[in-house]
């Protein structure tokens, strides 16, 4: 989810440690909530951020064991070492290919992925570009950057198909839409995460100034200090860390009903994030790498489904890996993640031109902290393809996996304090 160069920031807040656990106690609680997270997470909405943050209840699907299938048997007797580069640490953002590794689909398609580990300094665009990686996953504007930059690489297989980038707020701090920023402290990441924040004041005619930006740990601690008036957040993962905090004034977990929650994709300026990367050089040039391309993609939009289809067994899979969050706030990141990805009308990982056309645009449009836009030219037609992932979707429906999901709904999760 993060790490690219760090924009220059209006204030700096003191950043004390990495905040990759959830906010709040640590101790066992009985008590907890069943919420969801914001609707404009399902897909993209004419929804106002007051509908956003209330959300609402779904029916309950996606028990483990049932759906999409692999069969490490069908393994070739030499695999193909591949290594994949991720944006983060361990967690349900990637649990598609963990998952595709642990149900043998990387075997079916005669692989054997090893994946690495993301951080605050690892940039994963630039770990394959340096060939490090054989491929990455990577935010879209972020990976532009890398590319205009010099890094050739190649968006072959778009995952998220919406963001789910938000700004929460408590209800007092009256910050309802984007336009509401002016005069208030916004939190925000860094590292190419704060870009939606920038594309949401200029569509609202803001200049930086009008705003105090202060960067943010990686976590919701700023805003429950009061430090910060609205924090940025993702829906399937500091949102969560939040709704899993004990409120002081209620001795009760917070709740949606608590908070404001402004949606970038409902703002009109969310920006495709997680896509597989390759090394466009070696798509050029290197068969044998295009072939590989094809049967991971293959096999991770795979494990993508398994996970669409048993988001418990995904679960248990991301936490046996070594997650730093817990059982619950995992399986919530899970569904969450899984309401970015599906429904997928143009099959799961297609690149759709209006998606691709709009986030270059934001970032053609979009000044920085510094002034500076996040890109300064077209990438062109050779920044993505649908040749790789067209033909891996191919193989799915031959197989019969459903590869759209327009039939799938979200789970209901029940979050305790601490995400355990």
């Known amino acids: 989810m993060r790490a690219t160069r760090m924009t220059t920031l209006v204030t700096l807040l003191a950043v004390t440690g990495l905040g990759v656990a959830a906010c709040g106690s640590d101790k066992s609680s009985s008590d907890s909530t069943t919420t969801v997270a914001p609707a404009a997470s399902v897909a993209p909405a004419d929804s106002t951020a007051d509908t956003a943050a209330t959300g609402d209840t779904t029916a309950t699907t996606g028990d483990a064991g049932t759906g999409t299938t692999c069969d490490a048997s069908k393994a070739p007797a030499t695999l193909t070492k591949v290594k994949l580069q991720l944006q983060w640490f361990t967690q349900a953002q990637f649990a598609g290919y963990y998952a595709a590794i642990e149900e043998g689909c990387y075997a079916e398609q005669g692989l054997d992925v090893e994946i690495l580990e993301g951080g605050v300094d690892i940039v994963p665009q630039t770990v394959l570009a340096d060939g490090q990686a054989d491929f990455a996953i990577a935010w879209v504007p972020k990976a ?92 399937y993962n500091e949102y969560a860390q939040l709704l899993e905090t004990m409120n002081p004034d209620t001795g009760k977990l917070y709740s949606p009903d608590d908070l404001n929650v402004v949606s970038y994709e409902d703002e009109g300026v969310g920006m495709l994030q997680d896509a597989i990367w390759a090394d466009g050089k070696k798509l050029a040039s290197d068969a044998t790498y295009k072939d590989t391309a094809v049967k991971f993609v293959t096999a991770s939009l795979k494990g993508w489904s398994y996970c669409r289809d048993n988001p418990e067994s995904c679960r248990d899979i991301v936490v046996s890996k070594g997650s730093k969050l817990g059982a619950t706030h995992q399986l919530w990141q899970m569904n969450e993640v899984n309401k970015l990805i599906w429904p997928a009308e143009g099959g799961v990982g297609h690149i759709d031109t209006a998606a691709w056309d709009r986030t270059v645009k934001i970032a053609l449009e979009t000044p920085n902290a510094d002034g500076a836009k996040i890109i300064t030219k077209d990438p062109g037609a050779d920044a993505y393809t649908n040749d790789i992932v067209d033909a891996a979707l191919a193989v799915l429906q031959t197989e019969g996996v459903d590869v759209s999901g327009t039939g799938w709904t979200p789970i209901e999760v029940t979050l305790t304090e601490g995400g355990a």
Do not use: C, H, P
């Not at 532009?144 to 690489?153: K, Q, T, V, Y």
């Open 144 to 235: 532009l950057a890398s590319r205009e930059a010099g890094a050739d690489i190649v968006d072959i297989a778009q995952v998220y198909q919406r963001s789910g980038t938000l700004q929460v707020s408590f209800k007092n701090k009256g910050i309802k839409t984007s336009a509401d920023f002016k005069g208030k402290k916004i939190g925000n990441w860094g590292f190419g995460n704060e870009y939606e924040i920038f594309a949401s004041l200029a569509k609202n005619g803001l200049a930086v100034s009008d705003v105090t930006l202060l960067a943010q740990q990686f976590d919701m601690s700023g805003l429950l200090s009061g430090d910060i008036d609205a924090a940025e957040a993702m829906t």
